[in-house]
């Protein structure tokens, strides 16, 4: 035991030992921990879009502050939707391209209840999401369910023809023309600086998407739902060793991803027209978001989302400078390959995205729950990594 003592002693690497206690220290200076590498990386592309404001007040003075706001509510309506599609990934493992459709069905249960039955916008928006749920429990049953274990390009290439079959329901019962909703018109608030914002398109879009990002966060980290599902997306075959029910965690999941698939379709609606192609066109800076954030991830999605929103609008003074100065024609419309640039560099340097990768286990309080509900079953302990889920 003595020479096992010995030996065990490096002090070429900085170790020393403490006298009187017995204890070895080490001098090494120690490396970044995940969590402090996490929060960086939570916090950089939040510091550069800071950098980019200052710089575009510097330069355009409110027409640059102006487009920071209509960042923050283009972005309010892709949180959503980035977050359901991120959830559901997260459980699933298949990119869900039905999720623009659901948004678009969302808007238009909306518009049935605000217009043709004439009652107002705010049923609506609560049945929206209830007949979204449902929708999404029976493409889980009818279809999804049964491909489960045929790997994602099966449930990927069903859920593009879900796509185009909800595509064209929706243009069979509402027609191909646009459609509005029927809320009273405001004029625009006038904000300190010159700046103006829409009380239903501006401020009630980013209140509504600044409450859900809240709520979701609320049920990931405070309900046993919640840390279910996080748990599950971390390691399904774990979470089922433990008791839960994964049947029913994935039936919560569609419920949840078609529900602010909804609520996302009706801000979009309350911003422009309400169309059988709005779900699609807003599908790719979705997608962005959900990428550029690590897919799978509920919170690098709503990270995702803030980023190519602002990145969006951010980029219009600019485009429109060049539109007029340098022969940019229609330069207003290059918005999304801004934001789609932008996700490129971000990858290049983080092709994981911003919250993805892989993470070890007890690194995450799904995996530390699913451990100590091991422990009090008398169960194994978790395997020696997991994927980073929700």
Known sequence: MRR???????PFHGQMRERGRGRETDARPRSVTPRLRRTLGLLAPLLVLLGVLAVSVVLLGAKGSQSFIDGAVTASVIIPGAIGLSLLYGIRKFANFAHGELMTLGAFVAYFVNVQLEQSIVLGFLTAPLVLAFVGIALEWSIFSKLEGKGPVAALVASIGVSLILQNLVAALWGTDFKVYDVPLADTIPLPGGHR???????????LGATFVLSVHFLLTRTTLGKAMRATSDNMELARTTGIRARRVILWTWVLSAALAAVAGILIGFSRDIRPTMGFDLLLLVFAAVILG????????????????????????????????????????YKPVVAFLIM????????????????????????????????????????????HGL
Not at 4 to 10: D, G, Q
């Open 197 to 207: 914002i829409a009380p239903i398109k501006g401020l009630l879009t980013l209140a």
């Open 294 to 333: 690590g897919i799978g991830s509920a919170y690098g999605a709503m990270l995702g989302g803030l980023v190519i929103g602002l990145a969006t609008e951010m980029s219009g003074p600019y485009l429109d400078w060049l539109d007029t100065n340098a022969g940019l024609v229609h330069g207003i419309a």
């Open 344 to 387: 490129v560099l971000v990858l290049l340097v983080r092709p994981q995205g911003i919250l993805g990768g892989k993470r070890p286990a007890g690194g995450t309080g799904a995996v530390r729950w699913l451990r100590s509900r091991l422990v009090s079953r008398g169960g194994r302990s978790a395997p020696a990594g997991v994927d």
């Open 4 to 10: 096992k003592a010995l030996l065990s002693v490096r």
